[in-house]
């Protein structure tokens, strides 16, 4: 089956750090672009980082500095480290690709369920 599983979410204090990772079923090839969205209670739904085929990578503002994107090509596997984190990091943090898969061999975006990261004292 197609399928994008996060892990690696949880609770950890003001400063913290947490090392994300979004697995991709083997079924799944050809990606153009993989990448973390957030969406905290309340707001809308905000582009953390992507990540092309390429390797190439950016971040939104408010995770500058704090928040590396990689991804493992052999494994199907994105990562997200993010440290010195902060309360307004509170969010259900997506996985996101854009890919073929053998099950649907046409360009088509994919979304994982969500791990559920909350930064309190």
């Known amino acids: 089956q197609v399928q994008l599983v996060e892990s690696g979410g949880g609770l950890v204090h003001p400063g913290g750090s947490l090392r994300l990772s979004c697995a991709a079923s083997?079924?799944?090839?050809?990606?153009?672009?993989m990448g973390w969205y957030r969406q905290a209670p309340g707001k809308d739904r905000e582009l953390v980082s992507p990540?092309?085929?390429?390797?190439?990578?950016t971040y939104a503002d408010s995770v500058k500095g704090r928040c590396t994107n990689s991804r493992d090509n052999a494994q199907n596997t994105l990562y997200l480290q993010m440290t010195s984190l902060k309360p307004e990091d509170t969010a259900l943090y997506y996985c996101?690709?854009?890919?073929?898969?053998?099950?649907?061999?046409?360009?088509?975006?994919?979304w994982g369920q969500g791990t559920q990261v909350t930064v309190s004292s």
């Open positions: 083997r079924s799944i090839y050809s990606i153009n672009v």
């Open positions: 996101y690709c854009n890919a073929r898969s053998v099950i649907l061999p046409t360009p088509h975006d994919y």
């Open positions: 990540v092309t085929s390429s390797g190439g990578t």
